[in-house]
């Protein structure tokens, strides 16, 4: 009888603490919310998914693209947006869209590419070769008559003439992408169509060097940091800093292991201050480098995948997502 009660004191002793372990990991398993909401959420005059942002001449002249040919224009930093109809054969998803000065760029697909020297009160549109490997899908304007292309498989041109010709910077295209990001100091990174692998360029390389990912998670989507290293979003919501090379990575990151929602963008607002975005309006930041994350619970209530953020500067950024729907940062709110 002794041994009975014992056994079962026993037993309910350890039923307790695997239930106290249970409720401490359920409290460790959802971010605390932020105490501030930075983020406005903009009426844009657009149903269409918004793929990419860039301002001309100043912080407040800017061009918002997306699909359905769509092209916005703003005049007052981002806080309204008047829609600008082109005539076209047909409709284009514009992938991207970069400014330097008044000189700007848009690329799409169908394969187009559009050039203006006024920021954007006219645009031109650029004959492109049948043979382009790909279509377009970013650019960047790099100064007068200056832009370097990329295409849905990976090839890099860069023109010095506004557009009439091209001049191929890697010998062979890396094969269908998910994504590609671009460094300041024009290195590149691309995550392939189905996540298995990525790949890295640097200036003066003639070929792609490509790697294995760095566990048996798929890739979402990969960029640089500030200070140059490599970050990637792999699948099930899992975070991942390079320390040296694409070769040598910290260990990966669930910032929030009880969500299923993916991650789907990574941008630094100031070195310290990380912000990521996912589906199903998840928006998360972390304030330290990354060690510890909170929520922005105010924006899980945005019903709309968060595709990209881009931060023009400490104050001003802004996230794209699906339906029309564009976030912008207040630093008053902040």
């Known amino acids: 009888m002794v041994m009975q009660l014992a056994a079962r004191y026993v ?35 657009t149903k269409s998914n918004l793929l990419d942002i860039s301002f001309a001449e100043s912080n407040q002249h800017g061009w918002l693209v997306g699909s359905s040919s769509t092209l916005l224009e703003t005049d007052d ?33 169908p394969s187009i590419l559009l050039h203006t020297t006024d920021a954007g009160k006219s645009w031109e549109r650029v004959p492109l070769s049948e043979k382009l490997p790909g279509a377009p899908n ?26 009439r010709s091209w001049k191929a910077l890697v010998e062979q295209a890396v094969g269908v992408i998910r994504n590609i990001s671009r460094s300041p100091d024009g ?15 640097e200036p003066g390389q003639a070929a792609w060097q490509p790697y294995n990912r760095t566990s048996s998670r798929r890739l979402q989507n990969m960029g640089f940091t500030t200070d140059g290293r490599l970050w990637l979003l792999a699948r099930g919501g899992q975070v991942q800093f390079s320390e ?31 912000w990521l975005s996912g589906g199903s309006g998840n928006l998360i930041v972390s304030y ?13 209530a945005v019903p709309s995948n968060l595709y990209q953020i881009k931060f023009f500067s400490p104050e001003q950024g802004f996230i794209l997502g699906e339906r029309g729907i564009l976030l912008r940062y207040d630093p008053s709110a902040a």
């Open 187 to 201: 290195k590149y990174v691309a995550v392939s169509s189905r996540g298995n692998f990525f790949s890295t360029w």
């Open 77 to 109: 930093g981002g806080l309204s947006w008047e829609p600008r109809i082109l005539e076209l054969d047909q409709p284009y998803r514009f992938t991207s869209v970069d400014f330097t000065g008044k000189e700007g760029w848009v690329v799409g697909q």
């Open 244 to 274: 040296s090379g694409p070769e040598n990575w910290s260990d990966a990151i669930s910032p929030e292991v009880a969500t299923s929602w993916g991650l789907l963008d990574l941008a630094y607002r100031t070195p310290e201050e990380i």
């Open 138 to 163: 970013t650019i960047k304007a790099l100064g007068p008559n200056a832009a370097e292309m990329t295409t849905t498989v990976g090839a890099i041109y860069r023109t010095s003439d506004s557009g």
């Open 288 to 300: 330290d480098g990354g060690a510890t994350w909170q929520k922005d619970k105010a924006i899980e």
């Open 11 to 45: 037993k309910r002793m350890v039923g307790l603490v695997a239930i106290a372990l249970f409720c401490v990991g359920c409290a460790n398993a959802f971010l605390p919310g932020t105490a501030t909401n930075p983020w406005q959420v903009l009426s844009v005059p």
